[in-house]
Each structure stands twice: as structure tokens, then as C-alpha cells.
């Protein structure tokens, strides 16, 4: 076979034609595939968030959205649809991630048989089972957190059926608060101030913009009341302290510690001789007397002038100022340090009364009262009761009964009571202790068994507001994010589990048979609330509810308010008690301890979260530290001067904290911050001292409620001999008055200050 | 000689029939491939196999799950397992916002799997990609025509919005609803398939279902 040239070219030319073709039709294999990228590519960032709605544990009675970023909480800010905050929040609020990812949170419980020994780990099978051997035929005695909704109803059943004494701990209680507004109102919920749409706001020692009650949404309606309306409103605080409220308002009365409610019933007085308020409230308050009544009120009377160190014209022109009809609605507030007195609850129910003269209840601008729950089993005075501090009186009455075991949870007394209150010896006097924390804490480290406890991000729970916003209000509590710490349980549940474990029929009498979990038993409380049918979630079936109210944080229904017509009793005006502890003596060196409640850590409950350490103070922009606020002329007389260590002492106790100058505090005052002086905690322990140390024993004769502000203490420069400086943030130069100027001035066309008309 | 032109047209015969057979089965395979899916056969269609054998019933899965054999699978207590349902965009991240799903890079795959299964084989080989930093390459399951375009965004947005319909005739909630709709059931799927032609007619019927334009830069530009 013969192959010629022109064949073979034919044939190289086709398979090389051929080639090209048959290779170009053909995808590389590399083409047809996708590449996994090793490393993040950055714009694939991670993130896609969710927000979930619950209630906030670190500030009471705020609805907080959660921001979760696969799987972890990022960023908590304010419910916008909630009642209470409007979605504003606080800093407390903010830190609660902090409480979240504390590098303190205990990993597993720890036991140990002898209190002076060595805590080791155990799991939660060993520590349930010691528990329960522990707490079998012993008198149990429970302290926690003051309680509310659900849990307080489990808590109530757990003592009625294990037959334990029950205390609710909170370290600066208000124990004479809720008895005024008792006896005032009639009522046993702290009624809601409509500060937003008042005009006139008298407020005695409540530090309502920062701390006491529910500052954040008092914040809000402050906001309204200066900027909302046509009138600005005006506010005049009465405090022995200089605090954010008084730095607030148009006039701030520097009174005399305990002269609060002597201040109020003269002011009262003034309205009542002047025929100022409604004659029928008028003869009811005072047993038909009239201005006689409360004649020893006088503010011509120098006992009067005495007892509050302001002068009798002030006295008139406020009392004048609070019933002006120009200034209507006006609003009358007391708490904090005006009820921390020997005579508290008299200072609270005096200024509460002065609502009565302005005759503003149920009013707008003025008190608003807050209805029941809108859960039945929820509103029985047994469970009320689980969310009222217990007072110094009622501490130590139970150190002197003597306990048997005891469990605490959330609370951490060892701290937050003062020596007399006798809780080293109750803790030394018990069988057992077990602590329920979610890290250690003077209380949980004097334990036998400390027990992991879930972070309220973690776990279920509710919140029926007190303070509401004065009208019937549901929080429910959801958990956020899975736990962060696995190895955590939840209070309630394992309640439920030590209930069945001590054989109580706990579980059949909260009907929570199918579901033994606090979960199941605020499901049943919502299934209660969805027949209802009314307020702010409503569905064709109980699922959709849930999904509505989990998604919104909570229930509410704003028709669902109260009206009450108060008691009006005759005031009580008989002079009160004012007494004081502490140093007896007269002399320059001897002042008034004002204690406060911080900003940011509170009671000292929150002290271990850096965030809250590192906000400064608002009045005095210090940081990380329990300083002693003192008058800046006294200052000068006694030779102190920033930073120098001040000791402060009485009846032989001392305590220690760095000098911070003020030209606004009282020169017969000095001021320190609860909370500090922990000696546990990684960003706690060490921090300052606690001013506990030095407050003194006294207690309202009536309610037992300590008064916290009714020490005197004196005081001793120490020096700065390391040349310390103090942690603040403001700069170096000292704080000083304002002159009194115009901030806007208007001029005419020549300058001279006259107008062409 | 007779016999000799008889044993040609013979074999003529055969070979025309034969070529005739090749010829329409060839014709078929294509016009298959052409108007649907391919058969999957010579390494069309079906699966193909991956470096890493990725199963989707057990990440995006709910279902039961079984091993090679059909046994359920067992956790360290001896309970059956089930898939954990990942949602579709938890991987495929840039489906909302980008032309492309995307795969997830091998970091992602490690954040759970540095503790997660890291003695199965399987995963062995996601490690070693990681620790000699490779990138792994999936061969490519899902392929359009060529000079057309498809942005999963625009797609996920549509119906993902409130009052749109899915063509399944439901109300599409969350983003890994609509995934189904194109690429199957593919949680329930070993080894992803393509299921469905995603030619031109498969796009333009959907298009019109759905009042989508159709006109031809809606696709090819």
C-alpha cells in the first residue's frame, strides 16, 4: 500500500485540524471545579445576627433585646416595644455580657465536707445527692435575690412544703418604702410616677435618674418633662448629697440628714395654713385640726430650722411653688437616704402625703397606680412577700432563732450586712451551706457546697415590674444563647429536682407534671394570660401567643390599670426619733456619712464586672475605687487635699478611702459608694473597702429597717505618702462653682442690651 | 461471486444498522443531555466524586441517619442520630448577597471540626487540608449553559419577600426554603445531584410562572 505525499499531508493536516478541534471542545478539568478557600475570605465575614427579646437580670424591671451572632450574645440594648425602659437600658444592663463570659464563672460545683477546708470539684449527680442528704430533716432556711413572678411562686410553694424560712437579701433595702406607700396609698406596689408629663417634682433623697427604683424609665419621662412639653418642668431635690438627681435639678436642698420628713410635714404646714389644697384631704390628714395639726411643723419653729438646716422662707417659698396652680400636675418623690433614718418610714410617709395635699393620684403628671399581676396565683401576699428585702431587725432575729442548713442563691449577705446584723454567726451556727453562684463570693467561699448557677441570658424566667409602668406588665425571660457554661443548671429547676429528691409534691401542686421546669410553669402561667384574650399579644392558639410574647418580650395589656382613692389617714405628726450612731462626740472632725448606691455596680452585686468598675460616677467621674466625698473649704480647714487616705471612724471600726474635693458636698457631710471592698473576684477583690464596715447598728423603730444613713463618723487625713493619684476622669482641674451667668443674652441693634421697640 | 456480493450487502446492512443504532443512541445521549439532565453514564450526570466525601444528609439533613450498609448510625450512648439541619445559608453564606452561594473555606469547616468527628476519615482529610494549607477543590455539580447568568441574590430576595409565592405553592419564610426549589432535596442526599435541567426552558417557564421578564438581557448580557 502506497502512501503518496499529497495523501499523507491530507491525513497530518486532518488530526492535526482534528486535535485543535476535539482539545478546544473540551473543558480543563479545573475549570468544572470550586475551590474551598483555606482561610476566611474577609468579606465573607461571619455575622448574620438575630435579636431576641427577654428581661434584663442586672436591672430590674428592663426589657433588653440580645443581639446573638452564631450562636454567641454580642450586644444588649433596650427593648423598644417594652413598657418600663422604651427601649432605653442602662449600664448595668449593657455589662450583663460581662456576667455572661465572666472568666470567674464556676466550671463545676465544688464541695467540701469541713468549712476550713479545701473546696474540690464533684459532678452534679454527687452534688444533688449531697444536697439532698444535707437538707433531709434539717430546718432549711433559703435566702436569695428578692423573687417575682414564677419564681417567686415555686420559691413560695418549695418553703410551704419543706416547711423553710424564707429571706429575701438585698444589701440596701427599702423595706420603709413599701410600708409608706402602704400606709399612704394603701397599696402594696410602689405606685409609677408620671415624671414625664408632671411640671413640678419634689424629690427627697430618691436618686431616681440614676439608681433607686426604676431609673431608666424615670430617666425617659425626666427627658420629657424637661424637653417634651410646652413648659419646661421644674425640679427641686432635697438630698444630704450631692447625687446625679440633685446635679440634675433647677435647686437642689442640701437638708440635714433625717430631717427629710420634718422638712415635708412643714412644707405640708405652709399648704395647709395658706388653705392651698383641697379642704376635704385637708380635714382628713389632719383629723379635721387644720394647719394646729401640725403646728409644731412650723417652719417659724427653730426645732424645724434645726432638724433640716433650711431656712424658714425657703420652707414657704417651696411649699408655695409646689401647689402653684401654674406648676400643676406636681409630683412628690422620697426614697434612698431620706428612708435610711431612724425615723425613715415617718421622713417617707411625710413626703408621700404631700401628694395627697396636691391632690394628684391617679392623675396625669402625678401618681399612677400599678395594678395586680395579671396572673391570679401570682398576686397572693406569699408571694409578693419573696420579693421584699428582709431588714436589719428581721437578720438578726434569724441569726438568734438559729438555722440548720442553709441555701443562698444570687445573694451574697457576707458582703452586703452590716457586722451587727450577725451573719457570720448564722453562717457559723449551720449545719450545712449551700450557695448557689455563678462565681465565688464572700458568701458562696464560706460554703460546704457551691453550686454553678446559669446566667439569666441562659436560662427561663419572667418579671412582673415593680415599679410598673402603671399598668398590668408580663417580662418573660427567654434563654438567648445556649449555655456558655455547660456545666451550669438553672436555681429553679434544680429546686424543682431537690423538691422531688426530698419527696414534696412540689411538682403536682404547680401542675408542671409533663414539663418540671420553671419553663413549664411560665408556660402555664401564659396559657392563663392567652384565654384572656386582651392586651398586647393576642392569637387564634396558644402557640402563636407564645411565639407573640417571646418575640416582644413579654405581655401587656394598657387598659388594664388602677384606680385608688389612698387611704388618707391623719398624718402621723408626732416629732420624730432622729438619732444617730457612730461617733457621739461634738467637733469639726466628726461629719454625717452619707452612703450611696453606685451608678454602675450598684449595691456591690455587679462589683465584679469590669465594664461597671471603669464607668465613671456621674457626679464625681471616679472610676474603680470607694472614695470619700468631702466639702472643699472643709476640706482646706482640715488641711486634705485630693487622694489624701481619710479614714473614717466609729464606735472603734474604721474604713479607708481616697479624698475626692467637692465644692456641692454639705460641709457637715462626707460621702462613700456601697459596694466595694470585695475580697474575692478577679476584678472585685481588692477594690476600695466597704463602707459597711463602718455604718452603725440603728434601724427604724418601726419596720427594722437599717438606716444606713444615719452614722456619723469621724474623720483623720492619713496622707498620700506614695503621692497616689485618684482614678478619675474628668482633668486636673478641681471641680468649682459656675458663676451665675446668662447662657443666652439679647441684645438690641446698638449692643446696649435695649430693643429698637 | 454471488456469494461474495451477498456477504457484502450483508455486512453493509449490518454495518449501516449498527452505525444507525450508535448513531441514534449517541443521538439520544446528547438530545437527553441537550433537553434535560444527562444519563449518568461515562461519567456524565449523577454525583461526581469529591476529594472529601461531604455528606449533606448529615449537616443539612434532619433525617435518620445511616451508614454505608443502611444501619442507623449511633452517638456515644447508643442513641440513634439524626442530620442537625443546618440551615442552607449557615455554609453557603453569600447566597443572599452575591451571584454565588459559595462554598465555605476550609477555616470555616475547621471552627467546628477541630473537636468535632476529628478521628472520622472523612474529616482526616478537611485537617490535613487545613494543617498544609490547601485548598480543596470540589468538583463543580450544578452548570448552566454557557453565556448566561444567574444571581442567586436577586432570586433569594424575590422570594423570600412577604406575599411572594414559591412555585411549590407556598410561602417562602426564611432563605434555605427557596434553596429547594432549584437544587432538591439536598438534605436528603449522600452525594449531591443536580436535579433538575436548568436549561433555558426549565428558567423561562419558571420566568413566566412567576411574571419574571423574559425578554433575552434578563439572562444573557
Redesign the interface.
Known sequence: MGLTRRQFLKWSGASALGAVVFNGCNIPS?E??????????EE?ALG?DNWYATVCGQDAGSGVIVRVVDGRAKKIEGNPDYPTNQGKHSVRSEAGLQALYHPDRLASPKYRSQRSGEFSDISWDEARLILTENLKNENITLITDPLNGHLALLIDEFTKGSGATYKAFSSVEEGNLGNAVQAVFGESRIPDFDIANSKYILSFGADFLSTWQSPVRYSTGYGEFRQGGSVRGTHVHVDSRFSMTAANADDWVPVKPGGEGVLALSIAYVIIRDGLAPSAIVSKLTDGEGSDYLSAFDPANGDVQKATGVDAHRIEDLAHAFVDPSNQPSLAIGGGSAGAHTSGEFNLKAIYALNLLANNLNKVGGVRFNPDSPLESLNSDDVLSKGRAAGLKEWQDLAGAGVGAVVIRGANPSHGLIKDANFTSLMDNASFIATFASSMDETASKSNLVLPELNYLETWGDNIPNPGPGYQTFGLQQPVVTPFNENASSFADEIIKLSENLGLDLVSKLGIDDDKTLHGLIRNGAQELWSQGRGSVKSATFEGFWQGVLQRGGWWDVDATKVSSGTVNAIDASWPTIEFGGEKGEGSDVFHLIPFISNSIADGSLANLPWLQATPDPVTSMTWHAWVEINRETAEEMNIKEADVLELSAGGVTVKGPAYIHPAVPPWTVSMPFGQGHYTGEYSGGVGENVLAVVSSLADKDTGSLAWAATRVKVKNLGNTDGERVPKMEGTVEAYEAEERYILQITGPNGDGKGSH | MLRKKYIFILGLVIALGVGGLVTTVGLGFVLKAWWGTPFEAFGFGGSPEQPVAFPHTVHAGTGLLTDSEGNPKLDLEGKEMNGLGLDC?YCH??VTESPYA????????VYCHKTVGSDLPEVKKLLE??DS????????VH?LPDHVRFVHEAHMRYFTQPGNILPSGEQAMVASAVCSTCHGEIGTMTEVKQVRSLKMGDCVDCHRANNAPTDCTTCHY
Request: hydrophobic content about 45%.
Open positions: 479545573e468544572l471545579q470550586i475551590v474551598s478557600p483555606v482561610e476566611m475570605p465573607l448574620r | 445559608i453564606r453569600a459559595g462554598v465555605p473555606p476550609v477555616e470555616f469547616c487540608a487545613w494549607q490547601t485548598p480543596i477543590r470540589w468538583e463543580r452548570r
